[in-house]
């Protein structure tokens, strides 16, 4: 049966918009930061680790359990818990990751905003005028953040772009953006890596990531792998059961999950050799590494040859990788509305991405421009703001506890049988495979994620 929900027109329609999903800020900023921070080798491995045996065995299952509903996350919840343990219940697996959706693009298209802003500055010059002092971009950056106007706007103008993506479809809009805007961003991204190399700091840099040290590790980085592996997957919020609900039956679910996987950590790791490299050139301090893509970064660039067009394309790549992020974020949303209210997709995408964008206002507006959004505090010390709130929330309740469901469900609740014969479909012969897969699902992944959460809960440990 054609579905009338849409399709990928083939198997490289669905890796480049997971691809486009998985890669986002996450890799560019995060996974950089947070390697230096766990002191480089030791962590790259653990973290590789943790995308083979957990992350890539929770990507499958949500391909598979996306696949075999043909439907929304809620949608595809209800069908497959149909006479299962739980029933009805477990639709409210699928509402928090509509839930999820709808809260991570309300701050993630803020962030996102930022890159625009960059760009333009990098063309016009300012960002090198900016940059020619460390502390006057710091102020600079201290009061755009803090100005709701231009926060406002970069948030709209991103959160228009998203829309305008989603609102022609799976193929029409989500496929032939992630076609278009995937390339290119390998390119810009492969043109700096080559730039990295000729710098002093590469052998270092180098050294830094590959040389692993496992004496600096504590079970604390292990437990930060797995959750950076998480978000930097997409996971846990049914991102890819949507996009697999999209999917042939013809396709390889396994090596299309492989392949997007491999691909969102080789960006994680260029996106590090390209930064130490620069950073081990300049001795920069790091410290500071949260404003490190805005503040920091760019001070480097103009220190160097070609700095103006290496800050555009630098921006420009983070700018690519966010919005095919936000787009799979809206598309998780807006599914839902067409599957299970019934609106046309035009209907949908408007009026989710509008009330998204209204949301969203709140949390621009908490990053100085308005003192009570600002100070909002529900976690405690050092999440102040509505921003830093629903950051918080999300990295650290709603993915993890949906990607723990997800796996016990795929796992334990649906029949062998059944996630057999949608396993199996596209990739014949896959029976060691499938079983494989089963272990990891039921015994590796469960135990892994509630690990996390228990880290969380009990250890008072955060991911963000
Ligand atoms: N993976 C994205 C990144 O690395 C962030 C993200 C987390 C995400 N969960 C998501 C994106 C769900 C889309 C859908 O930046």
């Known amino acids: 049966m054609a579905s009338p929900r849409g399709q990928w027109s083939g198997k490289l329609g669905f890796i480049l918009a997971a691809a486009g999903s998985a890669v986002g800020l996450g890799n560019l900023w995060k996974f950089p930061y947070i390697t230096y921070e766990n002191h480089g080798g030791g962590f790259v491995l653990v973290y590789i680790a943790a995308v083979a045996l957990v992350g890539l065995p929770i990507m499958i299952a949500e391909i598979v359990l996306g696949r075999r509903g043909g439907l929304n ?14 029933g009805r219940l477990w639709q409210a697996v699928g509402f928090l990751g509509v839930a999820a959706g709808f809260i991570i693009l309300s701050y993630y298209s803020v962030v996102a905003g930022w890159t625009l802003r960059y760009i333009a500055m990098a063309i016009t010059g300012e960002l090198g005028r900016l940059a020619a002092d460390p502390h006057t971009l710091a102020t600079f950056f201290g009061g755009y953040v803090g100005d709701g106007g231009a926060q406002v706007l970069g948030h709209a103008l991103f959160m228009a772009a998203t829309m305008g ?27 700096l890596t080559v730039y990295a190399a000729t710098t002093d700091g590469f052998g270092e840099a180098m050294r830094f990531l590959f040389t692993p040290d496992f004496g600096a590790l504590s079970t604390r980085s292990i437990l930060e792998a797995l959750g950076q592996a998480f978000f930097s997957l997409s996971l846990g919020m049914g991102a890819m059961l949507t996009y697999g609900s999209y999917m042939r039956k013809d396709d390889s679910i396994p090596v299309s999950a492989l392949q997007v996987s491999v691909l969102d950590t080789l960006v994680g790791l260029l996106a590090c050799v390209i930064m130490f490299s620069i950073i081990f050139t ?57 599957d299970e209210l019934r609106w046309t997709r035009r209907q949908a995408t408007l009026t989710m991405g509008g009330g998204i964008f209204a949301f969203g206002v709140l949390n621009a507006l908490s990053l100085g421009a308005n003192a009570k959004l600002s100070t909002l505090n529900v976690f405690g010390e050092g999440k102040d703001g509505m921003f830093s709130t629903l950051d918080f ?72």
């Open 282 to 338: 300049y001795r920069m301090d790091v410290s500071a590494s949260a404003g490190i893509l805005f503040t920091t970064l760019p001070t480097v660039f103009y220190q160097m040859p070609g700095g103006g067009i290496l800050a555009a394309g630098f921006y420009i790549l983070v700018a690519f990788a966010a919005l095919t992020s936000t787009i799979s974020l809206l598309e998780v949303v807006s599914s839902y509305a067409i």
């Open 393 to 464: 929330l999300s990295a650290n309740w709603l993915l993890p506890v949906g990607g723990l469901l997800i796996a016990v469900f795929a796992g334990w609740i649906m029949a062998r049988r059944e996630t057999w014969d949608e396993f199996r479909q596209g990739h014949e012969g896959g029976e060691a495979l499938f079983t494989g897969w089963q272990v990891l699902i039921r015994f590796a992944a469960p135990l892994a994620v509630g690990a996390i959460i228990f880290s969380i809960v009990f250890l008072g440990m955060e991911y963000q």
């Open 73 to 86: 996350p809620v949608g595809t919840f209800r069908v497959l818990a149909q006479g299962r343990p739980g």
């Open 165 to 191: 993506a989603v609102v022609f479809g799976v193929k029409g809009g989500i496929e032939r953006v992630a076609t278009v805007l995937m390339p290119l961003l390998f390119l810009i991204l492969i043109g």
